[in-house]
């Protein structure tokens, strides 16, 4: 006769301290936009999973008992957080045909710092790298695979198996295993957390206050969403932002549902100059795939001019744009190697200046230490662990720019 095995903590324990803990977050200050998606989320006890599991699709967190009621009500606060963070950050969404192991890697380097940042106090065994701070879900996936490749073997692949939290993003999340009205059912819930956020405290996931955890969060959110070039174009909307216009749009809100007026530009743009890596590491392809990306700014901009340059270890040519026709005679003569300084120095003198100047790269070479009067963009391709001293950096991989 089997004998049903007795456990140190039953489901109804682990309810009960699931609502201490829920309070704890709802009256933690500033919280309104985490306790408005926990509203959102059936909490379910459950032995099924080896400690707890987010599962995004079905708006759920099962937790198992023995795990959950061993941690004190702060670190199960913590744990609410945590799969809350998840839910808010689309990952089961965003992770698409990436590995599922590494992208959890990823995604709890980005949540746990969110934690930290809030204050959280975090399980023991939960991992948390502050290089990884202010850093999207796809950037530190990046910079995880590029490890991996250099190490040339699975090290970094195990590291997560000790984590409590390591394992609770389900496996079959993010290859299509949802459906649209699911999907459109997180993003209503999220965008309603961040309308609560805002009445309650006054600010919410575009709140711009420079390091808050709300300015990291939305910006994870946008560049999990938006692709390198609705990025860019992002930034140069903001750098030509003049008044508003109802009539029209702003794409940028647009995958969040949310239908907000577009910008008219009173600022005529006079000069933009686009400079590309012709060292030999950048291939052909990658940059005409770029350059094809560029008639859409130059078409976007309008400005009354447009260089597009090629450098190595100095500059090769320089090619003057009028019409998008231009960009198909840009010649590519791959050699040498990457120096930043001939490009800088030919449009720091005041007769070459653009407003602002677009590098394309993978910046494998010194950095540019002196900053420029003009605005730099730099596009750095499948190198995540680069860094600039000024100006906007933009990462993307091979896949993104060829998709």
């Avoid at 695979?145 to 993010?174: A, F, M, R, V």
């Avoid at 350059?291 to 859409?296: G, I, S, T, W």
């Avoid at 009067?373 to 596009?379: A, D, L, S």
Wanted: overall charge negative.
């Amino acid at each position: 006769m089997n004998q049903e095995k007795e456990y140190e903590f039953t489901e109804q324990n682990c309810l009960d301290d699931f609502k201490e803990a829920k309070l704890r977050l709802i009256n933690k200050p500033h919280n309104a936009f985490i306790g408005s998606l926990l509203y959102d989320l059936a909490f379910e006890p459950s032995r099924e999973v080896k400690s707890v599991m987010l599962d995004s699709f079905n708006h759920s967190i099962k937790v198992n008992p023995d795990f959950f009621c061993t941690m004190t009500h702060e670190q199960q606060a913590s744990v609410l957080a945590h799969e809350v963070y998840h839910y808010a950050l689309m990952h089961d969404v965003r992770r698409g045909h990436r590995d599922h192991e590494l992208y959890q890697k990823a995604a709890d380097q980005v949540v746990n710092n969110l934690l930290e940042q809030g204050g959280f106090e975090l399980p023991f065994g939960v991992e948390c790298d502050t290089k990884y701070r202010n850093m999207s879900t796809e950037h530190v996936y990046n910079l995880m695979e590029h490890e991996q490749k250099n190490n040339n073997n699975n090290q970094n692949q195990n590291q997560n198996n000790n984590d409590p939290l390591g394992s609770d993003l389900p496996p079959n999340g993010g290859n299509g295993s949802a459906n649209q009205n699911q999907v459109n059912q997180m993003q209503q819930n999220i965008m309603k957390a961040n309308a609560s956020e805002e009445l309650t405290n006054g600010h919410g996931m575009d709140a711009g206050n420079s390091g808050s955890v709300f300015e990291t969060l939305f910006k994870d959110i946008k560049e999990g969403k938006l692709s390198w070039i609705d990025i860019l174009q992002e930034f140069l909307d903001d750098f030509v932002q003049g008044e508003q216009d109802w009539s029209k749009f702003n794409r940028r809100y647009l995958p969040y549902d949310l239908y907000l007026p577009d910008t008219q530009s009173e600022n005529k743009i006079s000069k933009v100059a686009v400079a590309f890596d012709v060292s030999g590491s950048v291939t052909e392809e990658q940059i005409r795939a770029f350059l094809n990306e560029m008639k859409v700014i130059k078409n976007q901009l309008d400005p009354e001019t447009m260089d597009v340059v090629s450098f190595n270890h100095e500059i090769v040519d320089i090619f003057k744009i009028t019409s998008n026709d231009d960009f198909d005679e840009v010649k590519m003569n791959i050699s040498g190697g990457t120096e930043l300084d001939p490009v800088f120095n030919h449009y720091m003198k005041p007769e070459n200046q653009p407003e602002f100047l677009i590098v394309f790269s993978d910046l494998y070479c010194d950095k540019r230490k002196k900053k420029t009067p003009f605005e730099t963009i730099w596009i750095c391709i499948d190198n995540p662990e680069a860094t600039v001293n000024f100006g906007k950096l933009i990462h993307i991989t091979s896949e993104e720019l060829e998709r």
